[in-house]
């Protein structure tokens, strides 16, 4: 307990590796609901977006040293993580073929997860969003770290099309790339900073947010298409009301947990959020210390499940379950690239 507080007060000093919270969560929101979703089946994909992220911050935000890692959120070096987040890819061929690996890649690890004998059955759906959030993730990113907004922006074009929505030819011919990650790592190189959309205080982000949104909606419906066997429906009508225990983690702990860790790491809007979810007056020094209190109260729930002997796989929540017992990312990442280096899986 003692460890998880610490180990999450290192955590607020972690940099961006994505657009905020607020815009991940609320582009995640429209292409769930938009597709037919249910409301704990836009929830569950949210939740499993920003857990994507939250692995990369500890893993590589933060400088937490390996075997506190280990300890508090048994996270080895996880190189995976780097590869979510659609960033230091540095050519219009390699942005391409990072496209064509995230779909293949999606498509494959649903397929893999869906009626696997070795996936314990109350796991199955829970990883299937995990995917399907975890995919968003890197999908919503490249809008916000790439120059594909720059570009249209400069060429007065409206709407931004989407990737999959500009023709392929022409999308060749443009020269596009996205930031190096971290900050001066590729010489010669525009920076993460100096190029991302994250928060609404930055240049384009409003902008980036809406072909992100209309980018998300498409990809759900691109991969829901590409697995008919997938339940979808069962998907679609996901609905946990009734089950106390899973609605506890879900949209108690994991929902306030989303929320109450960007806070506090100052990553639900940027250092000077437009948005805000627990002070009502919008003040900011009150929403953190609100904030910090809900993290607290979350945290202290999840090194109690932590701790108990039926939780075997020793995870925060159920719903972190393809991410820390089946390591989705792998599958996910596979082939994906960063710094001029392809993730292989292991
Ligand atoms: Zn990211």
């Not at 692995?55 to 995976?80: D, W």
């Not at 929505?165 to 590729?186: C, F, I, N, Q, V």
């Not at 590409?226 to 979808?232: C, F, G, K, N, S």
């Not at 790491?265 to 020094?285: Q, R, T, W, Y």
Request: with cysteine.
């Amino acid at each position: 307990m003692k460890n998880l507080l610490l180990t999450l007060c290192l955590f607020t000093t972690s940099k961006a590796m994505a657009f905020d919270t607020w815009w991940h969560a609320e582009c995640t929101r429209k292409a769930m609901t938009g597709n037919g979703f249910s409301a704990d089946a836009r929830l569950a994909a949210q939740v499993s977006n920003y857990i994507t992220d939250f692995h990369s911050a500890v893993l590589f935000g933060t400088g937490i040293p390996e075997k506190q890692r280990v300890e508090v959120f048994k996270l080895k070096q996880e190189m995976s993580y780097e590869y979510m987040h659609f960033d230091a890819i540095y050519s219009t061929a390699d942005i391409e073929k990072n496209w064509q690996s995230i779909y293949v890649n999606t498509i494959q690890t649903l397929k893999k997860y869906n009626n696997n004998p070795d996936v314990k059955s109350g796991f199955r759906l829970i990883i299937l969003f995990n995917i399907i959030g975890a995919s968003l993730h890197i999908v919503q990113d490249f809008y916000s770290h790439s120059n594909w907004v720059n570009t249209y922006t400069l060429l007065n074009k409206s709407p931004i099309p989407t990737w999959y929505g500009e023709d392929s030819t022409y999308r060749k011919s443009l020269y596009l790339y996205t930031g190096a990650y971290p900050d001066g790592s590729a010489k010669g190189k525009k920076d993460h900073s100096e190029l991302n959309k994250d928060c609404s205080s930055l240049p384009l982000n409003k902008e980036a947010v809406e072909v992100a949104e209309r980018a998300s909606i498409e990809w759900v419906k691109k991969i829901m298409e590409a697995t008919p066997e997938l339940p979808w429906g069962e998907l679609k009508s996901y609905n946990i009301q009734g089950d106390a225990i899973l609605k506890n983690f879900l949209v108690k702990l994991d929902a306030t947990f989303l929320t109450s860790s960007s806070i506090v790491a100052g990553h639900l809007d940027g250092s000077k959020p437009a948005k805000f979810i627990f002070s009502a007056e919008k003040n900011l020094v009150k929403e953190q210390s609100m904030a910090l209190a809900a993290l607290n109260l979350t945290i202290g729930e999840y090194a109690a499940y932590l701790t108990l002997e039926r939780n075997i796989y020793k995870i925060p929540s159920p719903y972190w379950a393809g991410f820390r017992v089946y390591f989705i990312t792998r599958d996910m990442a596979n082939g994906l690239s960063h710094s001029n280096k392809k993730y292989v899986k292991p």
